[in-house]
């Protein structure tokens, strides 16, 4: 121990040099000064352990001077040495900031020693305290700092996914729709991120807490791997589960940890795998203290994450789950994150009662297993329970050119339950569904379709209001295609339909025909907004769309390329609608060709464009704008499908058949009066040509009527309206008889 | 539950709409142009505004600009019934973000229905 003396009087400075020389113990090595000011050097240089005053002659040091040094060199123990027996004085330097005084009468090399040793002990104590004062005023702010934080990442976040689900929920085009979900993605996922830190540090100062809630493990898992598949796609990957047919699905425990630890080693995974399939494992773990599962309350379930990626070196496997860090590899630009990941999944298995560990093999991949305990809830329901309680008495049309395929995927469903029915190919498939329409039997549930690409199947389900997973602005009674892998079937299955249990029980099936067999179309129209349209609402079929923008163009695609269909617009430059299918019809003569359906799209309801698209060679005319359902309708009925006419074309059918909304069957009588006096109206304007108000009426009756369900007052009100539009008079009087014709058919 | 406010020169609308909309249990009312819907905003700010864009003189898109350029008025929803379709449906589609839900004419009264339920459940 340095000690500094600080006397004037040579006498002291004797005293104290024989008896620290003298004492036993850690050696003291002394310094002296006659001064303060001179002593302040050596202070200053922080080598001095403790401070020897002397009041010398004395002379009473001054307070203040205690209290100075005090200040200035809080950490340095000081000991007054008084000339008399003062304890007085020697209480008031100690108040002043000394650690103690001693009687130089008393000095010998044990006191001195002694005393000197315990002044040091005393100022580490005094600083001690002060350090954990500060420590936990510090603790204390970063909680309150990650409160505050949290909060305020938290509200500009959830302001971004708030308006990001917003615009979701307006119409968008597909494009927009899919930079729409990008954002959203992307925002959860950096919401995940900031949660984790957020985590890591209210775990640390003891804040972290867990739920206890009922939760379907199956629906977590799903949910879970759904959210990453974007990401693992990206990369190019697949992310696939299996759970074990005895493990418990609905459990008791914080279903928000578990995904939370399942999403970071996924992540992992996903970062570091470049191909392959990036797998979960859900098994039930035999637990040695409880082995017959009727007695206890809840299991270990557990987790295993596979990986083919570039695995991770064996003495790093213990290393990794520890705060901070990550393994350095030759491509350390992929390690991106702050590493905080794994420790907090240790962090949480381990509340959660398991524990988690890691096996790999570099160059091969890895694997994360974690357990975790949860209670079980009053449902003992397992997985294979829950397979076969959705799958059971689903009625399953599987469609498989190949026989034994075909049955060995029936026999497997109906293993769960399922009632199968095997279809041959696409007509033996309509025939039986229509078969089941005509005995007013339910619909299919689902149908499987066998696919060209070995070990994939495909589901068309009905489309309903399935956010994420069907086409947004869908007509929901379409069918929707899902490829999945054979091996999944049952998996994909359950997971496909559990939540739409509901709108199946609903949905009523759309003629199949149009979804199975694509069809290539060529499209022919100068709009641009007509084209939009149509490819729009095929879209999401497997027709094929191609687009010509005059006749010309038309005629030298028709010429190249094999079509099943030719959609015709009748009012083009450069060569219209008649002439291009008039110089089709020759060049298919001419070259011995097989005859292409072609149906005309005529802007207006008149009959003479309709005769002469019919004259020069077309099969059929559509007038614009074109429902969706005539056009498919229209698709199916021209294309190589050849399906009869009995259930297509539904508007025609509904035209006939007037079914009115029963909640305004009261307001019918005053719907017929109005178009009553309408047609006294416009046989007024008529007389004067006053096309405006032709127009005006013409437009309101085909507002109107489809809402009672008057669906011909609807069309015929449209027609009057283009009529008029195109100032064509005799074809809005030829309308208007029609209309007055109609409304006597209904009510004479 | 919800004030809507129909604005609409159709007397046949004016009537029909409000038994359409009657299931949902909102108060409904009605006005028969731009004019007469501002009389209504004056005194009370419906939630929503269902405005036929088939009224004569452009008097749906007129009354759409007054709402927007009124702070208080603004509160309040737009759907838009429009019984045009195809071409002229794109460039009110264009205009879409200063209305919040459109519906085209004729509409199936359960679909009237879902759409103003939707709209009327997004939050402003």
Redo the contacts between chains.
Sequence with gaps: MRVLLVSEDPTSLQLVKSALAGSSGEPFDLEVADALSVGRRLLDSGEIDALLMDSGDCRRVELDAIRDIRETYPAIPMVVLTCKDDEEFGVAAVRAGAQDHIFRGVVNSRSLARTLRHAYERQRVRELVRSKAAAEEANHAKSEFIALISHEIRTPLNAILGMAEVLDETKLTSEQEEYVQVFRKSGEALQLLIEDILDLAKAEVGRLALEETEFNLVEVVEKTLDFLALKANERGLQLSYTVGPDVPVILRGDPHRLRQVLINLFSNAIKFSNEGIVSLTVQKERDPEHPSPETNTGSTVHFAVLDTGIGIPPDKLEVIFDSFTQVRSARSRLNEGAGLGLSICRRLVQMMGGRIWAESALGQGSTFHFTVYFGHSQSPMTYRGMLRAALSGMTILIVDANPDHGRLLAERLSNWGAQVTEAGDATQALEDIRRRQHANLDPYKLVILSSPIPDIVQLMVPCAEWSGRCPRGQDTRTYMVVPIAESRLADDIVSVLRETADSLATATPEPLGQAIRPARILLVDDDAENRFVVESYLKWTPHRVDIATNGLEALEMFKSEQYALVLMDVRMPVMNGHEATRAIRQWESREGKNRTPIIALTAFALSQEAEESMASGCDAHLTKPLGKRRLLGAIQEYTAMGIPQDTGDMDAVASELIQVEPELEEFVPMFLENRRSDVLSLRDALAVSDFDSIERVGHRMKGLGGIYGFHRVTEIGRAIEEAAQAKEIDSARDWVDRLHEHLQTIAP | MATIAVVDD?Q??R??VP??LAPLGHKVVTAIDGVAAEYLLDKSVPDLLIIDL?M?RKGGWDLINAIHQNPEWSKAKIMI?T?S???VE?SI?SR?SRVDSYVT?????EALRDAVR?VLS??A
């Design positions: 159709d046949e609308i009537q029909i038994r359409i088939s004569p019934l019984a379709s195809g071409f794109r589609m879409l004419k004729p509409f199936k009264p939707e997004t939050k």
